[in-house]
């Protein structure tokens, strides 16, 4: 096993990480930018090596700063994390050389599925159902007479790109061009490259992955599927294990072409292949995500795996400890995504202060968290902050446990996506679990069905009111005793109906 | 004390009497309502029990109960006898700006000087957190000014369109 | 299934209860005194009635306030944790008589597990092993006598007593005097009934206990056992499943005894039969615990049965959902009890306010927790605040991540056990599964070996004390800049050795 | 600035140079000590890391590193060289109070006034939280003084006995 481990990462994921090294008994090494200084993963690794400011290009994404720190700290190994420099084949190589184990794929495999055009053509050839679609880096022109032939709706996305990033759906002719250009504007600044290709759009689809778990010995096995229809501008919110759409025929099926897939670029360590089911139960080949995916603790509250964990033993050497066989997916497993954003204002990210924490627990929760009270959240990062993840017995339950989590979630200071994952547990065609790609969209267009309380609110809200009216008029009387503690009680019995 | 209460748009007369009872509506209700901390407030009301997240801001109360947002206005009875002499407060009228609601980089604008728009019409795409984010109208108008252009690093809350 | 529960407890295992309602869509009632007007269980549960003040003599044990608030409430059952009226057959039977589902054995089943002597007499004729001592309510003298006949060391025990309470060790006749009135004091104090007897002290021994689950229709089974030596005054501090000591043969014995013992007395709903077990491998019925334990997550860690959400099936008659081979053991559970007590200064109890609040979280791990931040610990109540549970594949594991979720809780303004803890997690007989009853007797007899830094805390100390004298200075000058933040970096790379 | 801290009775000097740098008994050491919340404090120290809790007390600080507890004072250059001219401060001298560390009911009381006692021997029984705690003596010395008597209720810091 690993001397030490360096995680070149931040917020929860890099906490996950450094909890897994410590219940192996391995040292960790924490990096950090400027405002991460009391961040969670510093104070929880047992070293940590300042990077840089604030911009992720100057410190988390500085190849040279991260792997010089390994060095001069003694680490033998890296975990990327997911974003960052996870899929950077270029920083896997880097790792490489510098004789440091990249906790993740060969440089090989990631640039074999980085490139979403050659993953396509390798997946084919692999007889791995693909969706169909062009090459990469067709021009504007290309493109129309393209989508003619696919036949609309189409999608238009980055060559370079992952996470929605540079993503656009298009419904007509007319609607192209504009889509065309916003795709290129996003993949140029957040890849460096403006390439775009199209694919034909399965719909209605779910977005259903394979977790891969992949040795150096020439083992593979897949953990199963997991649910991540809902999803925001092709940001996931909500994913769970398994899919209400999967059965153990297709769970079967998927997961050996999954195997495949993996298996035709060499791959070692954990991945996901992402494909697109369509209703028809005809499913095709997305992209394989190279890494830990946000998503896999509901794949390990299912199976019983530690990703994490087998992610270490693999890369260091290790043969997998599990067969195909050994796998059973046991219950039903829900994660929320909880994220700085406002969902009652079109999910803009917030910043601030984290005033108050209170985070739920007891049975069958889990919560994989970078908060702490007195956090400053910053605008720097993804906005993702903590996940909340359930388990149950049967996924009523789940829904059931996850309501109530949620329930006793409190984060004071900052607006959260909270209020948005309430309405999903409380939705009919959530629990019904029939869901596709377009469910959020639904959502918003439906009114809010949960409960509304306005004349408790109107009470509240008075007492609140009366209570600053009284304070003013303390302070602007010195000599009167406050009354202590902040409180009003109306419990004469008198006054009950 | 009587306060009137408007919880997104719907009024409640709540009574807050000098011993403490309330009255909702001139009923008497069973309400005791602490504040755990700063924005986290638990209600017993007949005995139900409530917790909620308040947030004050310019206009009023912004309340998190359930997973549902309520946005309040509180008026008490002596705000209301000064009022009611005037007649009632109009429509806001005069030029809306339209802001940067965090910070970002301007990637296009969408609209030009002279240009009527609809409600919820992209007017200005900022680019935060990696993300393209439309900035919309949030009313019908005519767009008066335009104080950005592509490139433009904004601050949150630098005025990007005014509106008429 | 019940239309509404009336939860007539308190603290954590009040939140266990109404969370396990609650995803069931069962609605609850919280009762509370005075200082828990705040408490996470009158925040969680859907309703909540003031039932008096501080003293539970006034408030959690007083039966006609609690039942008369579960029929304005029109609770049909009443769950009454542990503690206060959970082992009251009064209570139970005043619950029948009201109409109400008393969530627990029948009075008949807790009266006669309740009276020690007659459990021992039934026990014996039941063909239970128990362990050799005398009648209740001996005199001194008798005792004195039967004591010799025994033979030394020997236990005095309340007659009426449990939890530790009146109970005393001696191992010479010289103390035996001392030892029967100070366990009369405090058997009289807190029961009202000043009776003991003796039996013979089983050395070295293990606590362990087994959990026992019976329907209304004539099912009982067992779901293993717990090991719960390490104890502190008969208190215990920590538990863990399965135990070190116990084979599958010897769990499948014991469980068959425990069984047979809850059918005794006719036993319904979830129940716990203590035994000591001695070096030889023999085994000895101590007491049947009518009620849910403190230490019951660890069982459903490892057996993934929810023994709160089985009470309340059991209680609305239906057939229990498990036969005795479902139940498999699968992985290892700890629970550490977090109590307000300071472990260096002979665990006496805190109280204070919650400055600070952190709590564990991540794969593994579970707490149940009636902490808040801003919570006043009250000295009215019993001082176990929360407790931490984890799971692990291995007991090695499970130790690991312990450890790890030790280090990760903060609780700021309040001293707990927690340090304590961190101890056990690192001693090398806790390790090595080297467990009896005197455990913690000899942990502290010995020097803790936890690693020590004083050249940390000495530069830690001095920047504290630099930056109180520079905040008195700057108070003295006003006119000064104040740094902020609040912060010294010592980063210049030049003085790196 | 100099300070001279007694860590459980060991002595660190740690000198705080006017830029930040840190000398612990003359070599340089990497530290950056912040403020989490209140009483918790995140260090790093040539690039370890560790999380203290700091209680404040009378006599000094009350810090807590990954379980374990280490007892500290702190004396600044300035203040030991004003006391260089004294001898060293002796001793404690005079009475030593005894107080009861909870709220609490009085059981028993062990000792009587001129008694000796040992350092640890019990000296009063006082019932708290349903249990019953042995208060024990600090140190050896001899009884002066006995203010309580069975069944008297005492608050937390009643003084029970006082050793001379």
């Keep these: ?497 | 004390m009587k306060y009137f209460v408007q919880v997104d748009g719907e009024e409640f007369e709540v009574e807050i009497l000098e011993d403490g009872r309330v009255l909702l509506a001139g009923q008497p209700v069973h309400a005791d309502l602490v504040q755990v901390h700063e924005d986290l407030y638990s209600l017993l009301m007949d005995h139900a029990s409530y917790e909620l997240m308040v947030e004050r801001g310019e206009k009023g109360y912004r309340v998190l109960l359930g997973g549902v947002l309520y946005n309040v206005q509180v008026e008490d009875e002596r705000r209301r006898r000064l009022l009611a002499g005037r007649s009632k407060p109009a429509a806001p009228v005069g030029d809306m700006h339209v802001k940067a609601p965090i910070p970002g980089l301007i990637v296009k604008v969408e609209v030009e000087v002279g240009q009527h728009v609809r409600a919820d019409q992209p007017l200005v795409i900022l680019e935060a957190m990696k993300m393209e984010n439309e900035i919309r109208a949030p009313q019908a108008g005519i767009v008066r000014e335009v104080r950005v252009s592509p490139g433009d690093s904004v601050e949150q809350g630098a005025v990007l369109v005014v509106l008429g």
Tied chains: 1, 3.
């Excluded at chain 1, 929760?365 to 902050?385: A, F, I, N, T, W």
């Excluded at chain 1, 939705?427 to 949960?450: H, M, Q, S, Y």
Aim: aromatic share 6%; proline share 6%.
């Design chain 1, 1 to 497: 096993m690993f001397r030490k481990v360096l995680v070149a990462n931040r917020g929860e994921i890099a906490v996950r990480i450094i909890r897994a090294c410590q219940e192996l008994g391995i040292p960790t090494v924490a990096v950090y930018s400027e405002p991460d200084r009391l961040a969670l993963h510093v104070r929880y690794a047992d070293e940590a090596y300042y990077i840089g400011p604030a911009p992720a290009t100057e410190s988390y994404l500085r190849m040279d700063r991260i792997i010089q720190v390994a060095k001069e700290a003694g680490a033998d190994a890296i975990h990327p994390g997911y974003g960052f420099l996870a899929e950077n084949a270029d920083f896997a190589q880097a790792c490489r050389d510098a004789g440091i184990t990249f906790i993740g794929p060969p440089p090989e495999a990631i640039r074999a599925m980085g490139d979403k055009v050659q993953a396509r053509r390798t997946m084919m050839a692999a007889g791995v159902p693909v969706v169909p679609g062009t090459a990469e880096g067709i021009t504007d022109e290309e493109a129309l007479a393209a989508a003619e032939t696919l036949g609309y709706p189409i999608l238009v996305k980055a060559a370079a790109g992952g996470g929605g990033k540079g993503m656009r759906t298009v419904h007509s002719p007319e609607e192209l061009p504009r889509a065309l250009a916003a795709a290129r504007r996003e993949a140029k600044a957040a890849f460096g490259d403006d390439r775009v290709y199209l694919e034909k759009l399965i719909h209605p689809a779910r977005h259903v992955e394979i977790q891969i778990l992949a040795d150096e010995h020439g083992h593979v096995i897949h953990l199963g599927e997991r649910e991540c229809s809902i999803q925001r501008r092709h940001q996931k919110l909500l994913e769970e294990a398994p899919s209400t759409a999967v059965d153990s025929d297709l769970r079967r099926r998927m997961g050996e072409v999954a195997v495949r897939a993996a298996q035709a670029v060499g791959y070692t360590n954990a991945g996901t292949v992402e494909f697109l089911l369509g209703p028809d139960g005809n499913f095709y080949f997305l992209e394989m995500n190279t890494r830990l995916q946000v998503e896999h603790p509901v794949t390990e509250m299912v199976t019983g795996v530690d990703i994490v964990k087998e992610q270490l033993f693999v890369a260091a050497g290790r043969t997998l400890r599990w067969r195909q066989e050994d796998i059973r997916m046991k219950g039903w497993a829900i994660e929320c995504r909880i994220t700085a954003e406002d969902p009652f204002n079109n999910f803009l990210p917030t910043g601030g202060k984290v005033t108050y924490l209170h985070e739920p627990s007891g049975p069958g929760v889990r919560v994989d968290s970078s908060l702490y009270g007195g956090m400053e959240v910053s605008l720097h990062y993804d906005p993702m902050v903590a996940k909340l993840i359930v388990w149950g017995e049967t996924r009523e339950e789940a829904i059931l446990r996850m309501r109530r989590a949620l329930e006793e979630y409190r984060i004071g200071g900052v607006r959260t996506s909270i209020p948005f994952h309430i309405q999903v547990m409380h939705n009919d065609a959530f629990i019904a679990g029939r869901l596709d790609t377009r469910f959020v969209e639904r959502l918003f267009a439906e009114p809010n069905t949960l409960p509304r309380e306005p004349q408790v609110v109107a009470v509240a809200a008075a007492l609140i009111q009366r209570e600053r009216e009284r304070r003013t008029a303390i302070r602007l009387k010195p000599h009167r005793r406050l009354p202590s503690p902040w409180r009003w009680a109306a419990r004469l019995e008198a006054v009950r109906p």
